[in-house]
């Protein structure tokens, strides 16, 4: 299993460029979701998906879309990039259950945005 | 709303030194609490999952314990080496964003160093 895979690792956007960060699970997890990382913010919710056709906004949704048309990908797309974008960003996966689920984080992708 | 408190945000300590890092969350009604390591340039790494209904869990030289009551949480780390040197982060689910099923809201952290 390659687990939670995230692509690219690496992107620089001009402001106002859009681009879409990729994430694939090979896991078979119902949940994925999409966090953001700042220094001095921690870890914020920006999407999340609870299974194939089916997302919604976390706490910081504002200038990002998702879709979810297959089980295994949740892709990330900035529809305009801005500074304030730039952030790494982790893709995470979990199994459904209501005993509570370990998380598998990819990697992450670090954007900067001039 | 659920706030998640991580002190202290950064420890030195010698190699070999038993420690413990702390967790504090502000609504006790919680599903569960993890524990994760993040290395410098990568993803978490789950570390621990602790049930609400749980008083402690246990992976090798980690210990983590939970105390829903008093809304708190530690990592016990025995024997330090330098290899735990890391960022360890805890979480608890949010109950506005699918929190049952995996979404979580995160301390900033404690940045970890053990010395040789």
């Known amino acids: 299993n390659a687990g939670v895979t995230q692509t690219p690792k690496f992107q620089v956007l001009k402001t106002g460029q859009s681009m879409t960060l990729q994430c694939a699970q090979d896991?078979?997890?119902?949940?994925m979701s999409w966090y953001r990382q700042d220094p001095g913010m921690g870890l914020r919710l920006i999407h999340y998906?609870?299974?194939?056709?089916?997302?919604d906004q976390g706490e910081v949704p504002n200038g990002y879309n998702v879709s979810r048309s297959t089980t295994e990908d949740f892709p990330l797309r900035l529809l305009s990039a801005a500074p304030s974008q730039t952030s790494v960003y982790f893709c995470?996966?979990?199994?459904?259950?209501?005993?509570?689920?370990?998380?598998?984080f990819g990697e992450g992708s670090w954007l900067t945005v001039v | 709303k659920q706030e998640v408190t991580q002190i202290p945000a950064a420890l030195s300590v010698p190699e070999g030194e038993n420690l413990v890092l702390n967790c504090s969350f502000t609504?006790?009604?919680?599903?569960?609490l993890q524990w994760f390591r993040q290395d410098p340039g990568k993803g978490l790494t789950s570390l621990l999952l602790?049930?609400?209904?749980?008083r402690e869990q246990t992976s090798g030289r980690l210990n983590a314990s939970l105390d829903k009551s008093s809304g708190r949480s530690t990592l016990y780390i025995a024997a330090s080496q330098p290899g735990d040197s890391a960022t360890y982060l805890c979480?608890?689910?949010?109950?506005?964003?699918?929190?049952?099923?995996?979404?979580?809201?995160f301390g900033k952290g404690t940045k970890l160093s053990v010395k040789p």
């Open positions: 609504d006790s009604a919680i599903y569960n």
């Open positions: 979480a608890v689910p949010q109950k506005n964003y699918g929190g049952s099923q995996g979404n979580l809201i």
């Open positions: 998906s609870v299974g194939a056709g089916i997302t």
């Open positions: 995470a996966s979990s199994r459904r259950g209501p005993s509570g689920n370990t998380i598998y």
């Open positions: 896991m078979n997890h119902e949940y």
């Open positions: 602790i049930q609400s209904s749980q």
